[in-house]
């Protein structure tokens, strides 16, 4: 299981950006793909994911209405489209899926969404 994840960089409050996660060794025919972040000296927040089999969305409070989830079967890709950034997303996102083994203990948005395996990280810092 492979994934990973770019497109961080800095970005102005209020900007946005599109991160994008190629992932590998798996196929979502069932099972979920999304996001987590982890901002400095905080736990770790699944905040987007899209379950397989029916392509549901589901989100965190704290970035429903301002970031989307997307996938490009073909491609091997999704991405997460993050609009009206805010200094309080400054965070490492990762891309992780539940279609592999445990690396490092288990990040869960909900019970369909619960990831275990995750590719390096990028960086999104929202500052003026």
């Known amino acids: 299981v492979q994934l990973q994840a770019s497109g961080g960089g800095l970005v102005q409050p209020g900007g946005s950006l599109r991160l994008s996660c190629a992932y590998s060794?798996?196929?979502?025919?069932?099972?979920?793909i999304g996001w987590f972040r982890q901002a400095p000296g905080k736990e770790r927040e699944a905040i987007s994911c899209i379950t397989a089999t029916i392509g549901r969305q589901i989100y965190a409070d704290s970035v429903k209405g301002r970031f989307t989830m997307s996938r490009d079967n073909a491609k091997n890709a999704v991405y997460l489209q993050m609009n009206n950034l805010e200094p309080e997303d400054t965070a490492i996102y990762y891309c992780?899926?539940?279609?592999?083994?445990?690396?490092?203990?288990?990040?869960?948005?909900?019970?369909?969404?619960?990831?275990?395996?995750r590719g390096q990280g990028t960086l999104v810092t929202v500052s003026s």
């Open positions: 060794g798996f196929t979502l025919d069932y099972g979920a």
């Open positions: 992780a899926t539940d279609q592999g083994p445990v690396v490092d203990g288990v990040v869960e948005l909900t019970r369909q969404c619960s990831f275990t395996s």
